[in-house]
């Protein structure tokens, strides 16, 4: 610790001249610390016995290393004029108003991880948050955003030769797994057919750092019964230069406490429990971004020189860092619409979603009816389906 004084505050209170101390220090050096002792040790280093002074003073508690000292000094230090000086359990420490180079540091690093990473703030800026709400839209079935790409980052690749590896390498793993290829290529062509994803027309322009591809992998769930397979993006993939990851925010954090939510879920006698179903993939992407979210795939499956196919996705990906983001604020945006017609229902629906499960609960059973219509109805408008 920086200007202790702790052998001049010794000097002066009679009850401690004569003790021997875990540290000393004249107040022109600096105390490092040497160890430091977890609560489960407490005891093992300190003895319980106790010096008080008699009046106002620090007081001494023994330990196997020495006695350390607590409390305020009420006595004035030549050395330090006018400052106030106090007792913490090992050292005597100055207090000042003065902030140190150490301090603006800190400040520094606290105001760059606000700035940058959780919310994106910047000074006359608007908040990642604030810049959704300007951007979402509405096309008539469903809700549109943007990407919440940050304002300075790199120049992004198109990373398409690191997919066309990983594609390759994909395909000889699973060639040994008919069944499992089969159900990935169901699963793309199904999302083909429902407009979730679209082929790419290769004679359109294309712009440097708007195009970017995501490499892809199967994720199998024994525990489930159905819909076992899912196909996972990769946005962290990166080979030479920044991955989409890097270059995006991850947004603020809207979801209540899974804590929070479960206690509400226990306080009635009817449990309410459902989900957003494929909620990701029923908010769409605006045109202009659907570049950076392109990914390779083969025209069939079964032949042994398939071709190539570019695909890009025209919804919001799971497995993008900033995708929990822009799902819960398009359920906020959405929600807002009904707060002045039914403000307790929007606070129940936000007190009770983490992500896009729900679980709330009622009294009785016709209050829950009545909330469940209310979901189905409500939600169904914007393309989401709650699944009760």
Not at 138 to 144: A, D, I, V, W
Not at 250 to 276: N, Y
Not at 372 to 384: D, V
């Amino acid at each position: 610790m920086r200007q202790s004084v702790i052998e001049f505050t010794q000097a002066n209170y009679p009850h401690l001249q004569c003790l021997r101390l875990a540290d000393n220090s004249h107040g022109d050096e600096e105390l490092n610390i040497d160890i430091l002792i977890g609560a489960d040790f407490y005891w093992h280093f300190v003895s319980g016995s106790v010096i008080r002074c008699p009046g106002s003073g620090p007081v001494a508690l023994s330990t196997r290393l020495g006695y350390v000292l607590s409390g305020p000094v009420g006595i004035p230090v030549q050395e330090q004029g006018d400052s106030t000086v106090n007792l913490t359990e090992t050292h005597v420490l100055k207090i000042s108003n003065s902030v140190t180079e150490e301090e603006n540091s800190l400040v520094r690093e606290v105001k760059h991880f606000w700035d940058l990473e959780t919310l994106g703030i910047k000074h006359d800026e608007p908040t990642v948050y604030e810049k959704f709400i300007e951007d979402i839209t509405y096309n008539g079935e469903r809700y549109e955003v943007k990407l919440p790409f940050k304002e300075s980052h790199p120049i992004l690749p198109d990373n398409y030769h690191l997919s066309k590896t990983r594609l390759e390498s994909l395909l000889r793993r699973l060639k040994s797994k008919p069944e499992v290829l089969k159900h990935y290529d169901e699963v793309i062509q199904e999302q083909l057919g429902k407009s979730i994803i679209e082929a790419v027309n290769i004679e359109e322009q294309q712009v440097v750092g708007k195009i970017h591809y995501l490499p892809h992998r199967e994720v199998i769930r024994l525990d489930k019964d159905t819909n076992k397979l899912r196909v996972v993006y990769d946005a962290s993939a990166k080979r030479s230069g920044p991955s989409l990851y890097d270059c995006l925010y991850s947004g603020p954090p809207l979801t209540p406490m899974i804590f929070d939510v479960m206690a509400r879920f226990r306080a009635h006698k009817v449990a309410l429990t459902a989900d957003v179903e494929k909620a990701f993939l029923n908010v769409a992407i605006a045109p202009e971004h659907r570049d950076y979210l392109r990914f390779l795939w083969v025209d069939d499956i079964l032949t042994d020189n398939p071709q190539l196919v570019i695909m890009r996705f025209t919804r919001v990906v799971f497995g993008v860092n900033s995708s929990p983001f822009l799902l819960n604020g398009t359920i906020r945006h959405h929600l807002n619409s009904y707060v002045d017609k039914d403000p307790e229902f929007v606070e129940e629906v936000v007190r009770s979603l983490y992500v896009d499960d729900l679980a709330s609960s009622k009294p009785d059973g016709t209050s829950a009816h009545d909330f469940y219509c209310k979901m189905k109805t409500r939600f169904k408008a914007t393309g989401f389906n709650m699944r009760k």
